[in-house]
């Protein structure tokens, strides 16, 4: 079992400047973490909120410090915003006598595959995944072309699996875009599950309005109930709306599994 009791952990966010609801997981991840006393110090930092990045660091004593991007994918975030934040220059940065050891995204986690599994069966159940469409959603951007990968290589291994009739990769920012799902997917279910950290604006008010379950954005996220009116008659299908997969509890269990797979491949 995992043990730092020398070292801190930071978790670092996205966050959001109009919605609270954004940093809500990895706050209850952090939590976790914290109850099972597993690292001295346990904290999060955020690009669009408090605590900020450029603070973190100073917050925290220990001279060993883990950083965990709870991000999706691996892209512009985690590749050129993390790093420059915290002034990190590669896995491993030394700054006088302190040691910062940056993990890989939770998003590149095998896992994903088994908790985007559990979600989706969730969402629907008693629904046959052989007369389901998965489409598993993405942000995507034109910012960096890594930014989908995540979500391509899910779309691989559960395909792969043959559990449901058709899984597609939809996107929010790039092709297939996610109003392109009445094209795309044949089966009369639709799951479909957002491969984000958190139920932010996107989950709860611009993706409904492209799957066509909502005619307009609607409420701040604490007020919507979105996802309790499972499920949607669209275009002549029963689509299934799922919360966004790092709502999922396990993933504090991922922010622990990326530390371990460091401390492996770095020799900590």
Known sequence: MLSKPDSALVIVGHGSTVNPDSATPTFAHADEIKRRGVFGEVVCAFWKEEPSLRQVLYTVESDDVYVVPNFISEGYFTQKVIPRELDVTGKVTFRRTRKIKYCEPVGNHPRMTELLLHRAAEVAPGISPRETSLLIIGHGTSLNENSGAAVKEQVQRIAARG??????????????????????????????????????????????????????????????????????????????????????????????????????????
Not at 201 to 207: E, F, G, K, P
Not at 239 to 263: H, K
């Open 163 to 268: 559990d449901y009739a058709e899984v597609f990769g939809v996107f929010m920012e790039e092709e297939p875009f996610v109003t392109d799902w009445r094209k795309i997917a044949s089966q009369p279910h639709i799951v479909a599950v957002p491969f984000f950290v958190s139920d932010g604006l996107h989950s709860y008010q611009d993706i409904p309005v492209l799957l066509g379950i909502e005619a307009e954005p609607t409420q701040a996220a604490s007020k919507m109930d979105v996802f309790r009116r499972n499920p949607y008659r669209v275009a002549g299908r029963s689509l299934f709306y799922a919360s966004a997969i790092g709502t999922e509890p396990l993933f504090a269990d991922v922010i622990l599994d990326q530390v371990a797979a460091f401390d492996s491949e770095f020799a900590a």
